[in-house]
């Protein structure tokens, strides 16, 4: 299913060992955050992120997609292979959900060294309201096979990736797929879904990280072995070095995040604030375990208090927190960290991995009051 390729097409960015110390960034990585825009942090004051504000994470090209021609095959281990089109589909079970999407690789370019690769700091995130139909519908009317242990995942898009050209592919086992939030999604925000976020038709995998929402979909194939697709065996994996196998990349880890205080200086992002009341917010998620506390630090990190926490709206959506700060004059580090429903404390440093995934290190927010 995947396409090897033994030709080395590219020259390596770097000094072959796919890691950059901290000191300047490659202009390849400049080249990737310019085309993948993170979410500005002061937009964690809207409950649902605006579609334009949203974070976006593309490998390759937006595909071009004529919505006329298109379907969505439904192949593989099933009864009655499928080609729908988006018209098919919207005619199916209709669910509406906010979700908080991440990126794998969000807090990447805080590890050192740091993997050369899109260079997130800790705006790869968002909260949509995402619409569609359960693929779990779509499996039973295809007649899914008892012999199924995987549904893969195709994309449109197409692009070169550790010297392997390939279409952008994940997969999820059987009982993952049949879950009940896992989406079908083509609509975003009560719009139709914009190209740079799948149109027509995106997978959307609420508490995964967001790798696996495959957007711009072709084809949902049941598999009678586990996918090792590239996406699979060598991207996002939780390991030490570049080819070790390490542990998948599955579910988002707690996180809170700040709305920075008062006003920014221009280049460096630290802020200056007025001395007096002031009330720090943002907003935490932990993927599907869901947060049961945000602790606030106005010291850099020598005491903790509680934050007082918001609603829960939506199971797979962030949760708004908020904490009255009494600032006094002089210059400080703000950090938040969420603790979710197990337990699991948002670490002051993350364990570093090769790929740079799942740094849900803590925030720090440094700030001058006057
Ligand atoms: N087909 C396809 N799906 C994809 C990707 C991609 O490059 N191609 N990127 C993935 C990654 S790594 C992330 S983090 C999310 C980002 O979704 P967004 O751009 O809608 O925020 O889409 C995922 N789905
Ligand atoms: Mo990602």
New binding site residues.
């Given amino acids: 299913m995947e396409q090897k390729s033994a030709t080395k097409y590219f020259p390596t960015v770097g000094d072959g060992s796919g890691l950059a110390g901290t000191e300047g960034l490659y202009k390849e990585e400049l080249q990737l955050a310019l085309r993948?825009r993170g979410m500005p942090l002061e937009a964690l004051r809207y409950p649902i992120t605006p579609t334009g504000l949203?974070?976006?994470?593309?490998?390759?090209d937006i595909?071009e997609v004529n919505a006329e021609k298109w379907r969505l095959k439904v192949a593989g281990l099933v009864g009655k292979p499928l080609e729908l089109t988006l018209d098919d589909i919207k005619k199916l079970p209709r669910r509406t959900m906010a979700v908080t999407?991440?990126?794998?690789?969000n807090g990447r370019a805080l590890f050192a060294p740091r993997r050369i690769s899109?260079p997130w700091l800790l705006e790869?995130i968002?909260n949509?309201e995402w619409t569609g139909t359960p693929v779990q519908g779509i499996l039973q009317e295809a007649g899914i096979r008892n012999s199924a242990v995987e549904i893969v995942?195709?994309?449109?898009?197409q692009?070169v990736e550790g010297d392997q050209v390939q279409?952008?592919?994940?997969s999820l086992t059987v009982n993952e797929a049949m879950r009940d939030e896992v989406l079908l999604a083509y609509e975003?925000n009560g719009e139709p879904?914009p190209p740079?976020?799948?149109y027509p038709l995106?997978?959307l995998m609420p508490g995964w990280?967001?790798?696996?929402?495959?957007?711009?979909?072709d084809r949902i194939e049941a598999v009678a072995e586990p996918f090792q697709g590239y996406?699979m065996a060598r991207a996002?994996r939780y390991s030490q070095t570049a080819d070790g196998p390490g542990e998948a990349v599955t579910l988002i880890r707690a996180r809170a995040l700040m709305i920075p205080p008062g006003i920014p200086d221009f280049m460096t992002r630290n802020r200056l604030v007025e001395a007096g009341s002031v009330t720090l917010t943002g907003k935490a998620w932990a993927g599907r375990i869901g947060i049961s506390d945000v602790e606030v630090s106005v010291d850099g990190g020598s005491t903790w208090s509680k934050a007082e926490l918001g609603e829960s709206g939506s199971p797979y959506g962030w949760r708004t927190w908020t904490f009255l700060w009494t600032a006094t004059p002089g210059e400080c580090v703000l950090l938040v960290r969420a603790i979710d429903a197990y337990g699991n404390m948002q670490p002051i440093d993350q364990e570093w991995n090769f790929g740079g995934y799942g740094n849900n290190g803590v925030q720090r927010v440094n700030v001058i009051v006057r």
């Avoid at 949203?54 to 390759?60: A, K, N, Q």
């Avoid at 279409?167 to 994940?170: I, M, T």
């Avoid at 990280?209 to 979909?217: A, C, E």
């Fill in positions: 993948n949203h974070y976006l994470l593309i490998h390759y595909p999407m991440e990126c794998a690789g899109q790869a968002g949509a995942f195709t994309g449109l898009d692009g279409f952008y592919q994940r975003m879904l740079q976020h799948g995106r997978l990280y967001g790798m696996t929402s495959v957007k711009w979909l996406q996002y």
